[in-house]
């Protein structure tokens, strides 16, 4: 199995521009999340999807921020416009069924640099 | 509500030291408990868990026991050796599934 993908690895823009941020998760699993990690923060979990629909995301930081899952095997996280509060790391995880036993897998992650 | 509390790092040790890593949790019901890894550059990786009380959980010579008593699940090594240098995080399954509750990540550098 190839894991979570998530493209870019790298991203640097500059303020105000638009980012999308993509992420496949693990054929057969239900579920996605978007986390966020910074130094200050920790890592925060932005939304997460069951079966394709969002199912919390109380946790996106503003309007700025839209995520979508149009199939399951592919979601997008968007920031417009973006600033330079936006800059750390964005991981997508993915797991199966709705048990408390099962782990989720963590992808490699994309580093968002905005100047 | 459900939360982890892990011990502040960073963690500088010897190389064959013995590691401690303290993590308690709230949570109503029975949560299952994980403790991840992540090296420089990567993302999280599932070190060890455990599903229910008193079970012990154990990987790469990392364990780590869930005891319900204590509300607590301390991750151990006997020797550690510098590739485990990573960050290292506590998280908590709430009972009804779904979420995940992370702590604040440990640092952990070994020096040979």
């Known amino acids: 199995d190839a894991g979570v993908i998530q493209s870019p690895r790298h991203e640097v823009t500059e303020m105000g521009q638009e980012v999308t941020l993509r992420c496949k998760p693990i054929s057969g699993h239900d579920y996605l999340f978007w986390y966020r990690q910074t130094m200050m923060r920790g890592l925060e979990l932005l939304i997460y999807f069951n079966n394709n629909v969002p199912i919390d995301d109380s946790g996106m930081p503003e309007d700025r921020f839209s995520a979508k899952m149009p199939n399951a095997s592919f979601s997008t996280l968007k920031i417009q416009p973006s600033e330079p509060r936006d800059s750390a790391v964005y991981f997508c995880?993915?797991?199966?069924?709705?048990?408390?036993?099962?782990?989720?897998?963590f992808g490699p992650g994309t580093r968002l640099t905005v100047l | 509500g459900d939360s982890v509390t892990q011990m502040e790092g960073p963690v500088t040790l010897s190389e064959e030291a013995f590691l401690t890593i303290n993590c308690t949790y709230t949570?109503?019901?029975?949560?299952?408990l994980f403790w991840y890894v992540q090296y420089p550059g990567e993302g999280l990786q599932l070190l060890l868990k455990a599903t229910k009380a008193d079970d012990k959980g154990s990987n790469k010579g990392f364990e780590a026991t869930y005891r319900k008593e204590t509300t607590s699940f301390h991750l151990e090594k006997g020797s550690v050796q510098v590739s485990d240098s990573a960050v290292y995080f506590c998280?908590?399954?709430?009972?009804?599934?779904?979420?995940?509750?992370f702590g604040t990540g440990t640092s952990l550098t070994v020096i040979p």
């Open positions: 949570a109503t019901g029975y949560p299952s």
């Open positions: 995880a993915s797991s199966w069924g709705g048990s408390s036993y099962n782990e989720q897998f």
């Open positions: 998280a908590l399954s709430a009972q009804t599934g779904n979420q995940f509750y």
